[in-house]
């Protein structure tokens, strides 16, 4: 009966260790399965962009930098005919200023206008040179109410030379009495070390009718 007793008691002991040894044999591969399920849950997913969002590239290239050689300024200057107007801006204002120095008897204005090898024709008929226009200009004691050029056209010849036809309309009293005279003329300007030059001209008075 101890024989008996003995044996169901061992075989319950071999029993409980062997289901002992498969609970500890069947842990370490829950856990590692379990820590390789959570790595997989926590690790970001890359996400496609937004429609319409810019890459730090696109950002880059769309930067003021890059736009500036898009600017008014730079095609004003890569355009021929912005050029042509600032020329022409610029000898209109010379022409009214020269034509208005006449009412204020000022002789520097033509001085600083005329080039040194200048040649004109006078509406009196004679051909001068810079110092017989200047000298003529002091002659004048007229007194004038209005001298100003009423129409100006700039043409231009390559980008150092232009020709202004005009029409110059003056007011007055003079020796004879009161005055009002109108001048057809043709300037000739030339650029030269950046100043623009009158080199020739040639004027004449219309009839009065």
């Not at 429609?51 to 300024?73: F, I, L, N």
């Not at 006078?122 to 209005?146: Q, R, V």
């Not at 020709?163 to 110059?168: D, F, L, T, Y």
Request: aromatic share 8%; proline share 5%; hydrophobic share 35%.
């Amino acid at each position: 009966m101890k024989l008996i007793t003995a044996f169901f008691a061992l075989a319950a002991l071999t029993l409980l260790g062997s289901a002992f040894a498969q609970e500890e044999s069947s842990s370490p591969s829950t856990s590692t399965e379990e820590k390789a399920s959570a790595t997989v849950e926590t690790t970001p997913e890359s996400t496609p962009l937004e429609k319409g969002s810019a890459t730090p590239a696109a950002e880059k290239s769309a930067s003021p930098a890059a736009k500036k050689s898009a600017s008014p300024a730079a095609e004003k200057a890569a355009s021929p005919s912005g050029k042509k107007m600032s020329v022409e801006a610029t000898l209109k204002d010379m022409e009214n200023k020269w034509e208005a120095s006449f009412a204020s008897h000022d002789p520097s204005v033509a001085q600083s206008y005329l080039a040194a090898d200048f040649i004109g024709v006078h509406p009196k008929g004679k051909i001068l040179g810079k110092s017989g226009l200047i000298a003529e200009f002091k002659k004048d004691k007229d007194t004038y109410t209005s001298a100003k050029n009423e129409k100006l056209e700039v043409h231009m010849y390559g980008s150092n030379a232009a020709v202004v036809v005009g029409r110059a309309r003056e007011k007055g009293t003079g020796k004879d009495g009161k005055f009002d005279r109108v001048y057809l003329f043709t300037d000739t300007w030339m650029e030269r070390n950046g100043q623009w030059q009158c080199i020739a001209s040639q004027s004449m008075e219309l009839p009065r009718r």
